[in-house]
């Protein structure tokens, strides 16, 4: 895939962009305007204790310079502040915007909001230019790898992700270009300045990993609809799972108009990080969008293909006799076809590891294909054959192969990675650039969460056979 195209982001401003000399990623100017003024400036409020700063774990943030007790607020928006996509249809350069808008895919939303950044980037004297001019230069996010370490993550399911969105960027490069290139100068988005891929995938990359999904406008049957926006200083909070603060929307008091606030969750020590949390996100989801990996990540997990073959495969490699992966009996391809697994149109796409352990439709097929007592099956509902909290409800016997077939599984989904973990950890030792990093980082993890999947779940059947033995 020819994503080294996509190394650093070229969208020129009539301002110079330049790295500023810091320990922090260079911003788009050198000496970006003070937010914390300007936010205040709008109306807005900023805690006296809150200030930005660079924190050793979570890089640059927003950062408490004294106790903050709870409930306080931390940051308050007025509503115009936001940066969100508002279309006029009348205006020429926003009437080409929504154009643009209609052409992106809605699974890639961030690239909506991206134009409408890109825009305002461009325009000389836009309102937001003191929170765009803040923004990194660049972002180390999968798209701006070298073709190498993308190589590198060694994980085909999010490879397959960074390939879809950069073949998507080069071919949403050629539209943008064929529409700009009939344009008159007062109908230019972008101020009459090219835009390229690595544009919109600075773009992209500065929505993804900043914005919020948040209620705006009541939809036609009156739920409140979800609308992506950026918020200047609030952004600047980094992610915990285990957060100290959280954000609230609420109207101001004989306004209609929406403040959005951070409130401290809980009391803030002196010199902690202001934390949010981003969302219970696998590694995936965090370096495609954010362009980080979290250690231990609860959240992570391994995607699995349910596949005949490869059940056979594991069953045989596991000890287990069972004639049904390719070729289940009519009942069990029922309960297959109930569980999606089987019929037109399965989604075949299971995972283990994450808060599950093992995703339900995969221990529910594999208890029932090891199965034959289809008497025995029709007993129990599926929320009891999915779930792992209930014990052996097949029989013992029945746990033990199903257990031993998805360590299987985990051992033939390791053997996929050409590096073992001590290699990785050999690498990292030598020093390398900040992709390769990453990609080492985000593949370790993904091992772990095979090995602590089989360490589990070979703990769970020594439990069984030993009850087995004790009952015996």
Known sequence: MAAS?????????????????ASYPARLVPQPPDLLKWVKREGGFVHDAVTIAQDTTYGLGLVATGEIPRGSDLVVLPHHVPLKFHSDKDDAPDSVLLHFSNQVPEELWAMKLGLKLLHERA?????????????????????????????????????????????????????????LKKLKPSEHPFGGQDVDASSLGWAMSAVSSRAFRLHGKKLTDGTPGDIPMMLPLIDMCNHSFNSNARIL????????NMLIKVVAEREIKQSDPLLLNYGCLSNDFFLLDYGFVIPSNPYDHIELKYDGA????????????????????????????????????????VTVGGPELVEGRLLAALRVL?????????RYDFSVLKSLSTEAPLGVANEV??????????????????????????????????????AIQFRMQKKSVIIDVMRDLTKRVKLLLSKETTTA
């Open 5 to 21: 195209k996509l190394l650093i982001p070229t969208l020129a401003h009539f301002r110079p962009l330049t790295c500023a000399a």
């Open 123 to 179: 325009k000389v004297g836009s309102f937001w230019w003191p929170y765009i001019g803040n923004l990194p230069e660049t972002y180390a996010v999968p798209i701006f790898f070298a073709g190498e370490d993308i190589k590198n993550l060694q994980y085909a399911p999010l490879l397959y992700q960074v390939n879809k969105r950069c073949r998507f960027l080069l071919e949403f490069e050629q539209e943008v270009k064929n529409v």
């Open 249 to 256: 929307q609420e109207q101001d008091a004989g306004n209609p």
């Open 310 to 349: 490869l059940m056979d495969a594991a069953s045989m490699a596991a000890g287990v006799s069972s004639p049904n992966f390719s070729s289940p009996a009519p009942w069990q391809q029922e309960v297959l076809s109930q569980l999606n697994l089987f019929g037109e149109a399965p989604n075949l796409k």
């Open 370 to 378: 090891l199965s034959n007592d289809i008497e025995k099956v029709q």
């Open 401 to 438: 192969a199903t257990f031993r077939t998805i360590i299987a599984l985990c051992v033939i989904a390791l053997g996929h990675f050409p590096t073992k973990i001590m290699d990785d950890e050999s690498l990292l030792k030598q020093g390398v650039s900040v992709s390769t990093e990453l």
